[in-house]
């Protein structure tokens, strides 16, 4: 049984693209962000937190999920806006231009303590936005409860120009990331620990 430790309705809808048994919990866990620390460190405890305090049921057997996403664009860490004002400066300010948009991953087993941490990052490139189209994708989705005040389903053309890298990570949940994750995990599990393969791995094991 997988846990998902997220209340986020694009987060559940991906990852019932995995075919997999899962249950959404909550978690007592709020954010940080630590301004000296890199966007894939801070992202990865962000979800290793969120892992960490999930609210499971007694006994609870399987995997708990949890994630964080936030876009980083010049030089700083930008996650949900708290009014619609400063969604609108936020959309103004990315028009026509390029950010990132990461997403730390953890895993956890409840049973043992052990955990394993990853993360994805995409570059994503706007097109130039009218104040018309930012208003239209406004009426969409409600931009305080999403990174950086859009979703990429409700753009319709309108909002992405180019997108490098993973799409899912862009909604809040790089699937591709999870899935090799899950596997590694099975072993790490069993105490037979996988060999780190690429950035991602090495640094999230730093992190842990």
Not at 14 to 22: A, K, P, V, Y
Not at 26 to 52: C, D, F, L, Q, W
Request: net charge positive; aromatic share 6%; proline share 5%.
């Amino acid at each position: 049984m997988l846990y998902l430790a997220s209340r986020s309705p694009r987060r559940r809808l991906l990852l019932r693209r995995l075919r997999r048994s899962f249950r959404v919990v909550r978690s007592a866990y709020r954010e940080t962000i630590r301004a000296h620390e890199p966007p894939s460190v801070n992202a990865m405890r962000n979800a290793a937190g969120k892992a960490r305090a999930a609210q499971l049921p007694p006994r609870a057997q399987g995997i708990v999920i949890g994630a964080d996403t936030f876009l980083y664009f010049r030089g700083r860490i930008i996650g949900k806006p708290r009014t619609m004002s400063e969604a609108r400066r936020l959309l103004r300010a990315l028009s026509g231009r390029s950010h990132w948009v990461y997403t730390g991953i953890c895993l956890r087993d409840p049973a043992t303590g052990r955990a394993r941490t990853s993360y994805e990052k995409t570059r994503v490139i706007f097109k130039r936005l009218t104040e018309a189209a930012i208003t239209r994708l406004f009426r969409r989705a409600h931009p305080l409860d999403l990174a950086g005040g859009y979703a990429l389903q409700a753009g319709r053309g309108e909002l992405i120009a180019r997108i490098k890298g993973s799409r899912t990570n862009v909604v809040g949940l790089p699937l591709e990331l999870l899935r090799r994750e899950l596997e590694r995990f099975q072993q790490y599990r069993l105490g037979r620990k996988p060999q780190a393969s690429g950035r991602k791995t090495a640094e999230a094991r730093q992190a842990a």
